[in-house]
């Protein structure tokens, strides 16, 4: 099963966009321009209450019209795209 799926979505603005972590352990989503942020997470202890816990979800609306390449803060090797376009 993939960390992330899809690892390539499109959306349209307006949009809500939610992740769900299926995972056992906490998990965040940061994009690289800082538009989609469910807080700092730390993987090690599972302490930080702003990432998402297991079985939890953030949501997050799409906005402005772009490319959104965001990354698991748990997995910074993970790379996805979230494309938003007007309608």
């Known amino acids: 099963k993939p960390l992330v799926d899809p690892p390539q979505a499109s959306v349209f603005t307006g949009t809500t966009v939610t992740w769900r972590n299926a995972d056992t352990k906490p998990h965040g ?3 690289q321009n800082g538009a989609i942020n469910s807080g700092p997470c730390d ?3 599972g302490v930080t209450s702003t990432c998402i816990q297991p079985g939890k979800t953030y949501s997050w609306v799409a906005g402005e019209p772009g490319n959104y390449d965001y990354k698991d803060s748990s997995r910074p090797y ?3 795209q979230l494309m938003v376009s007007s309608r």
Request: hydrophobic share 45%; no cysteine; glycine share 12%.
């Open 78 to 80: 993970v790379n996805v």
């Open 43 to 45: 993987p090690g202890n």
């Open 29 to 31: 989503v940061i994009s």
